[in-house]
Structure formats: structure tokens, C-alpha cells
């Protein structure tokens, strides 16, 4: 096999198992939420096209999904900052980075104020995010829904 086959199928094998990845995050998180969601969730079809988050059907959050075989806190630091921050500010959302390793449940990262009532603010470097499961996500999700929490502008400056 040659060395262009062999990357092409490397490509469409990442593809095709980042979209499985967003499937099951979906059913999962529809699974906890229940009767919560107005509309379905699903895959952002024309997010490699268009650009945008992975999830759709969570209005103001921007939800990146990835599946690894193992992640290290330098490579998650690194998705944060170099896509999910940058997918957010384009949509206009909350950024969420969700993700799983072989053999691990679901983890899901997102700006602490997100469970401090405050509204995420775009132009805050974001240093502190929280960590939680599945069932404390879709807990966060819930109040989100009921509380209609949305992005503001970002301040000309922040006071410290």
C-alpha cells in the first residue's frame, strides 16, 4: 500500500470515528436530558465545510467533540485554547470541549462560570474550567435551557 493510500485511509478512519464519537455524544446527552431538549441533537453536517462547533440543538453552546485513544492535560490545554475557544467566539457561544478515551466515560470541560451563575464573558483569557461527567453536564445543560445563559460581549478591558 502506498504512502498516499495509507494517509488517505488514516484521514477518513479519523473522520469516520470523530463522527461516531459525536453520535454517541449525542445519544448519551439526549439520553440524561429526556423530555428537557425542544429539538433533537445532531451532528453540525457543515461544520469541516463552514466551520463551527460539532453539536447542534443547544442554542449558545459550542460544543467540540473528540475521541482519543489517550489524551494528555498538555494536548487538552492545547484543543481548548486552539479550537473550542476560537469555535465559540465565531458562534457566538459557550465553549464546551467534550471529549473520551478508550475505555473511559465521558468528560466534558467548560468555563467555570458556567455553574456560578455568571454569564461567560468572550474576552476573559478563560485560565479556570471545570471538569465533569456526563449526568453533571447535562445538569449544566438543563439550567442553561431554563435560564437562557448566553455569551456577552467582550469588555474593552478587563479590571483585575
Avoid at 64 to 79: F, G, N, P, Q, V
Wanted: aromatic residues 8%; negative net charge; hydrophobic residues 35%.
Amino acid at each position: 500500500m502506498g504512502f498516499e493510500r495509507q494517509y488517505l485511509m488514516g484521514k477518513i478512519n479519523s473522520r469516520a470515528k470523530g463522527a461516531s464519537a459525536e453520535r454517541e455524544f449525542c445519544k448519551e446527552l439526549s439520553e440524561h436530558l429526556g423530555d428537557t431538549l425542544v429539538e433533537p441533537l445532531k451532528r453540525n453536517l457543515e461544520q469541516t465545510r463552514n466551520g463551527g462547533h460539532d453539536i447542534l440543538g443547544l442554542e449558545g453552546l459550542a460544543i467540540e467533540i473528540k475521541r482519543y485513544r489517550a489524551l494528555s492535560e498538555a494536548d487538552l490545554t492545547r484543543i481548548w485554547k486552539d479550537q473550542v475557544l476560537d469555535q465559540a467566539q465565531r458562534v457566538g457561544g459557550i465553549p464546551v470541549l467534550a471529549y473520551r478515551e478508550d475505555f473511559r466515560p465521558w468528560r466534558i470541560r467548560l468555563p467555570m462560570s458556567t455553574i456560578t451563575g455568571q454569564t461567560w464573558d468572550a474576552g476573559w483569557d478563560m485560565p479556570w474550567t471545570i471538569e465533569v461527567g456526563m449526568e453533571a453536564f447535562a445538569y449544566c445543560v438543563r439550567e442553561h435551557l431554563r435560564c437562557g445563559l448566553q455569551q456577552q460581549e467582550a469588555p474593552d478591558t478587563v479590571e483585575v
